[in-house]
């Protein structure tokens, strides 16, 4: 993943970055030293890599964090995306004033199970939220109309039933294009079996369940109308 | 924990249904054994016949009856290396 080239660059994700740009990526991109060393460094790696992680973990504390602010700061349109991705889609929608594009409510009826994990009918409530950031305002000085319309980012919120806590996930443009939160969150679920009957949420983990007729297939995303009639718990 | 391998499945009473490293785990437990096939890190196969239980330190219980069933997580798109990639919590 990285090489030393000269004593002041490294190469990120294939890109030739300074010493102050790398660090500062990695430093936010991993939510910790240990992390770092376990995604960059690994114990099987090189003698030098290893000094190379020890000189990273004594400097962990001093190396600046890495904000919106300071990303619109660099002048280098693919080094800003690369702070752009380490950042994060909740920071980058919460900083810099989306536009909504489509707000749904699905509500329907669902199940829950109690104490003794018999299950309970209950009415589920969820709201989507389908945002963009317009490629111009990101990277104001691409050249193109079509290159500023390619950079546009698109993300659906939405908000876990149980802790009530937010989430933002990145869609693609060509979904978030459809306007249509729904179509957003559905996309997010990706199955690899035909005519499920049904689906559960936990968090981020989906099951499936598999119909009589359900056969192996290649995988492929939900869309709005099938999550809406398959999505029967969340927690 | 039980374990016996035949065609790729095995069975046991207790599973944690994502990798290692996520610090808050779903796991599947029950009395009776249950049926897995690990496809991939994030894609498992479940065979349930009793009533089982997925719990987590912050959602909510799921209870799955008896059936087969695909686990898999939910995916994210990243607009700026153009990948997609599956989301661990």
Known sequence: ?235 | MIDNHTNGWSSTTKLQLTPGGEPQKHIMSSDKPFGYKQKTDQSIDLIVKNPTAITHDEHGTIVLESGTYSKTNQMEFDPFNNTVSYIFD
Not at chain 1, 4 to 32: F, G, P, Q
Not at chain 1, 62 to 74: C, D, G, M, R, Y
């Open chain 1, 1 to 235: 993943m990285i090489a030393t080239e000269t004593i002041k660059h490294y190469y990120v994700e294939n890109m030739k970055v300074s010493e102050e740009a790398a660090k500062m990526y990695w430093k936010r991109l991993h939510k910790d030293y240990d992390n770092f060393y376990n995604a960059v460094i690994g114990e099987s790696a090189h003698p030098e890599m290893q000094m190379f992680g020890n000189l990273i973990k004594q400097e962990w504390d001093s190396i600046p964090h890495l904000t919106v602010q300071k990303a619109f700061e660099e002048k280098n349109i693919e080094v800003r995306r690369l702070y752009f991705r380490a950042i994060g889609v909740a920071e980058m929608f919460q900083e810099l004033e989306p536009t909504l594009i489509d707000k749904q409510v699905l509500e329907k009826e669902g199940i829950t199970w109690d104490a003794e994990n018999n299950p309970v009918a209950t009415k589920m409530r969820d709201e989507y939220e389908l945002y963009e950031i317009q490629g111009a305002k990101l990277f104001p000085e691409e050249k193109t109309s079509w290159r500023t319309a390619n950079a546009t980012v698109f993300a659906v919120r939405c908000w876990c039933s149980t802790t009530g806590r937010e989430y933002w996930i990145y869609v693609p443009r060509n979904i978030g294009e459809r306007k249509d939160a729904l179509e957003a969150i559905a996309w997010t679920v990706q199955l690899d079996i035909t005519n499920p009957e049904y689906i559960y949420r936990q968090g981020d983990v989906i099951l499936a369940k598999h119909s009589a007729s359900s056969q192996s297939c290649r995988p492929y995303h939900l869309e709005a109308k099938d999550y809406v009639k398959l999505l029967k718990a969340e927690s």
